[in-house]
């Protein structure tokens, strides 16, 4: 705030030192400009990473004041011998595994399609785009009525055939997949839009240029197509994984994490812990055990990706 | 080109002032936006909907009723509206269970809370031991109208801790059974009058049952999905006509018995293995089932019966069976809490014992939701008994099994999650009444080595 100030009072004859002294400044002023954001940075994500890392080490109840006993490395000890939280941690990890691949490839393919569409090319983009902007309370209304046995829309189906239907909901090596079912129908929109960008900026002239060469369509798209993609498909991925990895609305409220929670989630379980069972300090350790994990996820992956483009 | 990259470097140089006032620009609206922050606590109240300011004429009120609970609170609040114009009863309705809860803590806990609320009865041991209800004297309750004989004896004495009285309740709410009587009729269930004489053993029970699906109706419907306290509800009332204990020394023992709960699941057990009882359905999937006229019989708390007088079902209700040796039947009760304030308020505290008095004065209006009151004046009215079938099973009231006493148990709490999860498994016929047990004693015995959050 100094350097505005200081700057009005140079006098104009002294122009070699003022530009000296522009250099900093212009830096203070690009400081002002992204002080917003860092606040917003600092207020909404650093301050609570921190506070959360101060949380984990401290026996901290959501129905008494202040930071409670202190607890040392206890939450986290404790943390790594509850079967529970890992249950809840390999039911994540299983989600993102079996939901990355679908919400990779199938995007692709149909991004792939609805570019060769020459009429309407509009609706099919806004087909597969819409379900995404439902927020997940409609999406949890909409997916209990589907999967409702007997009555709903695929149990009704099922019922009109004479067959009787899995327990959607309700069968414990079923459930943890009609979510994935359900998020692969509510997101593919995202990255549907992703890939059509992306097919959008490969130039006309490389098709032109290969079809005289006399490639075929299905040449072009796989020797073409594809590998032109493959930066939108790593940030398809990583973006992916991480929104797996964050799972919770969709099985919350749909299922709470059952039955007999086989479907709950860490975060979840973090949820559950915190205010339910009113241990903040416990879950704060949980819920840090997490970012560290997703952290190395991300990191690994782009590393991996790195590597592979500098070798290209 | 020279010339013109000249030109452009000479307007930035010139631009620096102008770049010193968006600099100070940026660092003012970051300074607006960090001063906006101290008033944070207004933007707060605002969006949580309790009062900032001291206005004397406001009054703060928090509960969970959704539905036709709902429906009925807000006709109550009309009326105590229209008799105290003064005051501006402000009325927030949050999602029941967990997110109610938490928000209740944390708005206690931050110093502004609600002026009245409504808690579950169970709810008392997380709420009473760290002192976040104001303790409300005899003297008080009867200035404004109230004495400990005008309520039902069981909740008012399960509404004191340590002595102290700290939520005035409103109703008891229990685990029921509801029958289509057209359906049970042809199942040839019905006595003379068209009632459903009270079913007095498991095997009867099952008897029934199977009359029921010899007909081709779901016999008995008792949702399980996204829904763990109904399991729950079902084994503890049945549990408990056993004579069986749950938890004692406040939580931190666990005298679940083995034998009587084994009887118990084996029962649940073969009513799921023998296809009598229909649990792939959450709450909303069991009241269409039992609506749509092919069921017989409907196992649920008592607040669904205006969803179906609403469509005409022929239907009515009784008290929970006791199929297991004494009348017994999970329960909870809705209360009015005056969450604790940092500092005392004795104007506003009259305010709200003066809403509550009204309130409970239109016990009539809230048991057409299905509730028994536990304002006896109208209980015992002429008018109440008339209310059908919502009168059928005010006995209950008198013998509700509330959930044992625990930090950790309640409405919608640790203990019902943790087990009505494995309870649901073997209503679906999904997990064997052995496996459901050892679950649901680890689940136990864990909750109880947990450190104490209250």
């Keep these: ?312 | 080109m020279g010339n013109k990259a000249r030109m452009a470097h000479n307007d930035v140089r010139s631009g620096l002032s102008r770049r010193g006032f968006l600099t100070g620009a940026a660092a003012l609206g970051a300074g607006l936006v960090t001063a906006g922050c101290a008033g944070t606590y207004d933007v707060g109240s605002g969006i949580t909907g309790s009062s900032g300011g001291d206005n004397q004429s406001t009054l703060v009120y928090w509960n969970l009723l959704t539905g036709g609970d709902g429906t009925h609170m807000v006709a109550m609040e009309d009326t105590y509206r229209k008799a105290h114009p003064n005051i501006d009863l402000q009325s927030t309705i949050l999602a029941w269970g967990a997110p109610y809860y938490t928000k209740l803590s944390l708005a206690i806990r931050s110093g502004s809370p609600p002026d009245v609320a409504i808690m579950h009865l169970s709810r008392i041991h997380q709420y009473g031991p760290p002192g976040m209800l104001t303790p409300i004297s005899l003297d008080l309750l009867a200035q404004h109208g109230m004495e400990p004989k005008d309520f039902t004896p069981l909740a008012f004495s399960k509404a004191h801790y340590n002595g102290q009285l700290l939520c005035i309740p409103l109703d008891t709410h229990p685990f029921v059974q509801y029958y289509n009587t057209k359906v049970c009729k042809k199942a040839g269930l019905l006595d003379s009058s068209g009632t459903l004489p009270p079913i007095k053993s498991a095997d009867a029970m099952l008897d029934a049952l199977r009359k029921l699906k010899k007909i081709g109706a779901t016999p008995v419907i008792c949702d399980t999905i996204n829904d763990p306290a109904t399991p729950w509800r079902l084994f503890y009332s049945l549990y408990s006509q056993a004579g069986g204990q749950v938890l004692a020394d406040n939580g931190k023992d666990i005298v679940l018995n083995e034998a009587l709960a084994t009887k118990v699941l084996t029962f649940i057990h073969q009513l799921a293995t023998e296809g009598l009882m229909s649990s792939n359905v959450d709450a909303g999937g069991g009241t269409a089932v039992f609506q749509a006229g092919d069921a017989g019989l409907y196992w649920e708390g008592e607040w669904n019966v205006t969803v179906f007088q609403a469509v005409n079902l022929p239907f009515s209700m009784q008290p929970f069976p006791a199929l297991f040796g004494k009348a017994a039947a999970q329960a909870d009760s809705h209360t009015f809490i005056l969450p604790k304030r940092t500092t005392a308020d004795p104007e506003k505290t009259s305010t709200a014992l003066t809403m509550i008095r009204t309130l409970l004065g239109q016990s009539l209006t809230w048991a057409e939701g299905g509730h028994i009151p536990a304002w006896l004046p109208v209980r015992d009215s002429a008018a109440y008994k008339k209310l059908k079938p919502q009168s059928n099973y005010q006995e209950v009231a008198s013998y509700a099994a509330y959930d044992p006493p625990a930090w950790y148990s309640g409405s919608g709490s640790d203990m019902e999650n943790y087990l009505g999860e494995p309870l649901a498994s073997l209503m679906l016929g999904a997990a064997s009444p052995q496996a459901t047990y050892d679950q649901m004693i680890g689940s136990l015995h864990t909750l109880s080595k947990e450190p104490v959050p209250v």
């Design chain 1, 1 to 312: 705030m100094s350097a505005p100030t200081a700057s009005a009072t140079l006098p104009r004859t002294a122009a070699a030192s003022q530009a000296k002294v522009a250099r900093p400044r212009r830096n203070w002023g690009n400081f002002g400009l992204v002080t917003p954001f860092l606040v917003f940075y600092v207020l909404f994500l650093v301050g609570p990473l921190i506070y959360d890392v101060v949380l984990s080490f401290f026996n901290t109840s959501l129905v008494k004041g202040g930071l409670g006993s202190f607890a040392g490395f206890a939450n986290y000890t404790e943390l790594f011998r509850d079967h529970q939280f890992w249950s809840a941690m390999w039911h994540t990890i299983l989600f993102t595994l079996v939901s990355t691949p679908p919400l990779v490839i199938l995007p692709l393919f149909f991004a792939i399609v609805v570019n060769r569409i020459k009429h309407g090319q509009w609706f099919f983009r806004l087909a597969f785009f819409l379900p995404y902007i439902l927020p997940s309370a409609a999406i949890a209304l909409v997916w209990l009525f589907i999967y409702e046995p007997g009555y709903g829309l695929i149990g009704g189906f099922f019922n009109l055939i004479g067959v009787t239907d899995p327990g959607w909901l309700s069968d414990p090596n079923v459930a943890l997949y009609s979510i994935v079912l359900v998020t692969v129908w509510w997101t593919i929109g995202f990255n549907f839009v992703l890939y059509l960008a992306g097919l959008q900026e490969i130039s006309r002239d490389l098709y032109e240029a290969s079809a005289l060469d006399g490639a075929s369509r299905w040449q072009q798209t796989w020797r073409l197509t594809i590998p032109m993609l493959g930066r939108t498909t790593t940030l398809v991925t990583v973006l992916q994984i991480i929104a797996s990895l964050k799972v919770f609305d969709q099985i919350y409220l749909i299922l709470q994490g059952g039955p007999n929670y086989s479907s709950r989630p860490a975060i979840e379980w973090i949820y559950d812990t915190a205010f339910t069972s009113q241990r903040v300090g416990y879950a704060s350790a949980a819920s840090f055990i997490l970012f560290i994990v997703i952290l190395i996820v991300s990191f690994v992956w782009l590393a991996l990706v790195r590597r592979q483009e500098s070798g290209v």
